[in-house]
């Protein structure tokens, strides 16, 4: 039982008690209340924020329908779960969560579906949550129209990067019980995939085009806030221009939080020199990056794992660029704990460019981390002829194409 579920019944409990404590306090509140046909009597409803466990507000089917109260300090992007049983769960049985997507902020809300079955799963293997969005409808709060705005403007392209996702997804890994072939090939995978990459970016695209035309909306502060997870792609200047076109958001603790952001991504600008770092080779010993590094041209620091499965997927993409632009010099970094790991999968994989692994020494481990802010991988850094970094991702192509770019 996750921790959401174990603090159901203390917030419940709670919840009226928490609602005269706002009206006393004369606190604003938001108001969430269903129409919908088919709810499980006695099910759990609640609201959090997207990919939180914070639980914002959580009642329970009554005759019907639910009604949750609660209070946001700032238009929060959020999500409200809705069960289909009641616990105790039968033997064997695991609970299933129908999911709404709204902007909250403390107005009063109705959320309205055809049946409770059509809203979608919060997670669907082999299919996506996205497809059946347009199968519920939330009415309610200036934040939430904008919501609906945005999404009604995105949808086609939103709903095209998910089906071609999807198929690729499919033919590559879901088998027969999902669509998929018993034995899907290579070749055809490789197009599947290569479709719905650019049919995404062709989505994010669109995204980034609408939150940058409506820079006072809450909903496009936290789009564009979620760029400034992406390390080394914009410069000093791009972030001093991103700082003042959206100062002027109605979200003001959003911006405040936007404005810790855009420091922590000044740390890993575009264009600042690499830092040096200290590595291990296979044989044990330390070398430091600048040693490794073409000072005359390209390099690119592949961050990877051998228990990472998208890492090792990537590695056919990396051979062929190493056999097309023998010029640019590959270092792949292990972030792998176990050494014995990492040699197998060196054997394994038989990468003809240099290997090294992050040093054991915990405090200079530490400093690589941070120094390129590893927090996923596979983490790619390109790094030009005069020292700087010009770009960092997670997939071979966009490095390509960045290097075609320049």
Known sequence: M????????????????TTNIHAQQQVK????????????????????PAHTSDTLAVGKVSQGTFVLRGHVAAPVLAELHINAMTYPLPKDEIMKDRIVMLYLDNDSYQVSAAQFDSIPLSYELGSSPIIRENNYQVKGGVAQQQYQRWHNALWPMRQK?????????????G???HGGPQKPDPQKALRLEAIADSTMKVYEQQNDSYAWAHPDEPYSLYLWSQHLNDKFRYTAAELDTMTLHFRGNKDVKGYEAFLKGIATARRYAKGLHYQDITLNTADGKSVSLS????????????????????CRASIPKLKKLHAE??????????????????????QEEKMPWTQVILSQNAKLKEQAVNAYHIQFIPSLVLIAPDGTITYAASKVQEIISQIKAE
């Not at 108001?31 to 919908?36: K, L, P």
């Not at 990067?161 to 890994?173: E, G, I, N, V």
């Not at 073409?294 to 390099?299: A, E, L, Q, V």
């Open 175 to 177: 088998g027969p019980n």
């Open 29 to 48: 509140q938001f108001t969430i209340a269903s129409d919908i046909p088919g709810l499980t009597e006695g099910a759990l409803a609640y609201v959090l």
């Open 325 to 346: 632009r023998p010029a640019l010099k590959i270092i792949s970094v292990s972030c792998d704990k176990n050494l014995a790991d990492w040699k197998e999968a060196m």
């Open 2 to 17: 996750n921790s959401i579920v174990k603090n159901m019944v203390l917030l419940v409990c709670g919840v009226f008690a």
């Open 291 to 310: 040693k490794l590094v073409n000072s005359g041209g390209y390099t690119l620091l592949d961050f990877w794992a051998s228990w990472c499965g998208p």
């Open 161 to 173: 990067a998910a089906l071609t996702t999807l198929d690729a997804w499919r033919y590559k890994f």
